[in-house]
């Protein structure tokens, strides 16, 4: 069955560090990937987008890398901030009107001043 | 102001009692959705509508009920056959369909007396 698994620790960074957050997935094809803040007690918030055939995308501070032979992405946030501080949830989608998109569990990162 | 409303945020059901959660959206999107949310799991899809009067069964269906009068209303009913319904309910919505980004409520805990 489809898998999706993303970094299993918390991750805690210093402020101005890069934080790299890891989503691999099993069994699964997808067209793009897309990944969401989560505050606590809130929605996810949609952050970037990245389809089958880029390779890295950037919005700002963020970049988001998408590996379908290592079935991988990963996501970048440089010059890191405590404001970061949030859960990140990765999702992948087929891009077709029948197939939902299905989310990761999530990776809780705290950057420390 | 646009965006999905939720209410209310957070909701006590007792033991044999059927609760709604409510989801407004003004945006005119086409497509809604109800996702919940468990500590360390992904959410996952309960039920999700593409257009009024018409939806579709997610992954855990089961206790749950819709109903899509109008496009922007897309209520949740948990009914007392729903076991264990203590988690924090998501509503989101998207223009058209499953394949794109979607756009998240605020949130509803329901939790049992």
């Known amino acids: 069955s489809q898998k999706i698994e993303q970094n299993s620790e918390a991750l805690n960074i210093q402020e101005g560090k890069t934080a790299t957050l890891t989503c691999n997935y099993t069994n699964y094809s997808p067209a793009y990937l897309q990944w969401y803040r989560q505050d606590p007690g809130r929605g996810p918030v949609f952050l970037l987008l990245i389809r089958e055939n880029e390779k890295e995308k950037r919005k700002e501070r963020l970049k988001v890398t998408f590996d379908t032979t290592l079935k991988q992405s990963l996501f970048h946030i440089t010059a890191s901030q405590p404001a970061d501080s949030a859960t990140y949830l990765c999702?992948?989608?087929?891009?077709?009107?029948?197939?939902?998109?299905?989310f990761g569990p999530g990776t809780s990162l705290s950057v420390i001043p | 102001d646009g965006g999905i409303t939720q209410s209310p945020k957070y909701l006590f059901r007792k033991e044999g009692q059927n609760v709604t959660l409510s989801c407004e959206q003004n945006?005119?999107?086409?497509?809604m959705y109800w996702y919940r949310q468990d500590p360390g799991q992904g959410l996952r899809l309960i039920y999700y509508s593409q257009i009024v009067n018409d939806f579709q069964k997610g992954d855990i269906a089961e206790g749950y009920s819709v109903s899509r009068e109008k496009k922007e209303s897309f209520p949740l009913t948990v009914t007392s056959a729903q076991k264990n319904p203590t988690a924090f309910y998501l509503c989101?919505?998207?223009?058209?369909?499953?394949?794109?980004?979607?756009?998240f409520g605020p949130g509803t805990r329901l939790l049992v007396l």
């Open positions: 989101a919505s998207s223009i058209r369909g499953l394949e794109e980004t979607q756009y």
């Open positions: 999702a992948l989608g087929r891009g077709t009107s029948y197939d939902k998109v299905i």
């Open positions: 945006l005119n999107h086409d497509a």
